[in-house]
């Protein structure tokens, strides 16, 4: 099977990749990239969303109907809805493997799939903060500069992650 998991850099809207996006078997969104706001870019297809702040499961809860799961180490439980929640041990395993205390979500869910899945997951809309978030400027406490580093080490070593670019 193959897996498309879209994250939210704003360079995403420049590329058309919304119908190579809606191809996929199935499509997992991050955050606020869960609203379709372009769907020439970003497709329309959405089978799993994952989210790191429970604020943001009360924002969009009434625009997805699909399973969630809660990307965090922290704010744990949340009763905003049903959802499930990354294993701590995933989030440990990318903390070490990252050699960085606060990976992002798609590092997380990047490093939960790879950990949970033999499918092929194909990456877009991940640029690692070249341009903003399209729906805000927040950055967080991450390094993305590791993350780059480290997403094109796996994709370099593992023929189950692919980063359309």
Not at 28 to 39: A, E, S, V
Not at 58 to 70: Q, R, Y
Request: some cysteine; proline content about 5%; aromatic content about 10%.
């Amino acid at each position: 099977m193959n897996i498309a998991l879209i994250g939210n850099a704003q360079s995403l809207f420049s590329k058309n990749f919304g119908k190579e996006i809606d191809s996929y078997d199935k499509v997992y969104r991050l955050n606020r990239g869960c609203k379709i706001i372009d769907p020439k870019h970003q497709g329309t297809k959405l089978d799993f969303a994952y989210m790191s702040v429970p604020i943001i499961f009360k924002d969009i809860l009434s625009d997805i109907k699909v399973p969630i799961m809660h990307v965090s180490r922290f704010s744990r439980p949340t009763t905003a809805c049903e959802v499930s929640y990354m294993p701590m041990s995933s989030i440990d395993n990318c903390r070490k493997l990252l050699d960085h205390d606060r990976p992002s979500c798609g590092m997380m869910v990047v490093n939960w799939l790879l950990e949970s899945t033999k499918d092929i997951i194909h990456l877009y809309g991940f640029d690692f903060k070249e341009t903003p978030s399209f729906y805000c400027e927040h950055v967080g406490p991450h390094d993305f500069k590791k993350e780059k580093q480290l997403i094109l080490k796996l994709s370099n070593e593992n023929s189950h992650l692919q980063l359309h670019v």
